[in-house]
């Protein structure tokens, strides 16, 4: 009988997507472009913070903007119409997240030159995208109050590669049961340079020392 052999599909595929994100890391360090990635749950208001963002810094900052999504072009129609900025549509075809290679096939389609920063909405899903690297300067997680604070205990992996993270819909705390201080708690153990902003984009409550904590993380990135 033939022995069978047994090759570790995920290990090589990982070890292959991270050497891709260190290269889409170098380019963009070369071109000054700062790219964020922004992970979330479906429905924690990524589209909604991020146009809120873009339209502070647009007039400081040139961006450009990859929609993420595995079938669907309704965010990306979105974030173009209500901001105005270059934006493009990455369409998946099912899967559930972005790699290093659709990430620089994104970036690559919107250009280097004429811009500062590039944002990436990645799909929602707080389990694959956090597996791979995008070759993002810096990733954002977002955490919606309406998801309860034990997200961080049932998904480690997101909350241990983000390095900063957004508390989300706080305008509704007064419904739901979210302790912002133990979810904090709860990331500190698995991160412990995690950075927390609480944020409404309803009441723009957050959203000043959010925006400008992403203006320093840039400025100091150029300047390097």
């Known amino acids: 009988m033939s022995e069978i052999r047994v090759i570790k599909i995920k290990q090589s595929v990982l070890a292959n ?22 992970m979330s749950s479906p429905g924690a208001g990524k589209t909604t913070l991020l146009k809120n963002i873009i339209n502070r810094l647009k007039g400081e900052f040139r961006i450009g903007v990859m929609e993420a999504d595995m079938d669907a072009d309704v965010d990306g129609k979105e974030i173009a119409s209500s901001t105005g900025v270059k934006t493009i ?39 694959c995208p956090a597996e791979f690297d995008t070759g993002a300067t810096a990733s954002m997680v977002l955490l919606s109050i309406p998801e309860g604070d034990d997200k961080p205990l049932k998904y480690p992996l997101m909350f241990t590669k983000g390095n900063f993270f957004v508390f989300t819909k706080m305008d509704t705390r007064i419904v739901f049961d979210f302790d912002v201080e133990k979810a904090s708690k709860r990331i500190l153990a698995l991160n412990p340079d995690a950075k927390f902003f609480p944020v409404s984009a309803k009441t723009d409550e957050g959203i000043a020392e959010l925006v400008e904590y992403l203006r320093k993380r840039i400025n100091t990135y150029k300047a390097e």
Do not use: P, W
């Open 17 to 38: 997507n991270d050497a891709r994100a260190q290269k889409l890391r170098g380019e963009l360090k070369q071109h000054g472009v700062f790219l964020l990635n922004v």
């Open 89 to 127: 549509q990455l369409n998946t075809s099912g899967e559930c997240h972005l790699d290093a290679k659709m990430t620089s096939e994104g970036v690559e389609a919107l250009g280097y030159d004429d811009l500062d920063l590039i944002i990436l909405e990645n799909i929602g899903n707080l389990v």
